[in-house]
């Protein structure tokens, strides 16, 4: 059975930082996409940025410099390192998984909640 597990939201002030993690299982993360997204309070569902088979990384614009991607595959889990953190940061994030190799991110986690007090 396909899971994705996200932990590691809080509160934390402007300018702290966080580590989520996306803890998998049902699939190896090194063969398939991941994905880490946020639904924040002014907008939509919005690609945060995501890790490829072949290692390969992306950023959106909002956060380069800021959050890294990586991933464990003894762990089979994805990490998104949060750095000098903004209020508008502030939302549910969520991993998700490409596992038909379509780019679609078709298999989600339930979210955990990130709050950027300024």
């Known amino acids: 059975e396909v899971q994705l597990v996200e932990s590691g939201g809080d509160l934390v002030q402007a300018g702290g930082s966080l580590r989520l993690s996306c803890a998998t299982s049902?699939?190896?993360?090194?063969?398939?996409?991941i994905g880490w997204f946020r639904q924040t309070p002014k907008t939509d569902r919005e690609g945060v940025s995501s890790?490829?088979?072949?290692?390969?990384?992306f950023y959106a614009d909002s956060v380069k410099g800021r959050f890294t991607i990586s991933r464990d595959n003894a762990k089979n889990t994805v990490y998104l390192q949060m750095s000098s953190l903004k209020p508008e940061d502030t939302g549910v994030y969520f991993c998700a998984a490409d596992l038909n190799g379509n780019g679609v991110f078709g298999y989600w986690g339930r979210g955990t909640r990130v709050t950027v007090s300024s």
């Open positions: 890790i490829m088979a072949d290692g390969s990384t």
């Open positions: 049902g699939f190896t993360v090194d063969r398939h996409p």
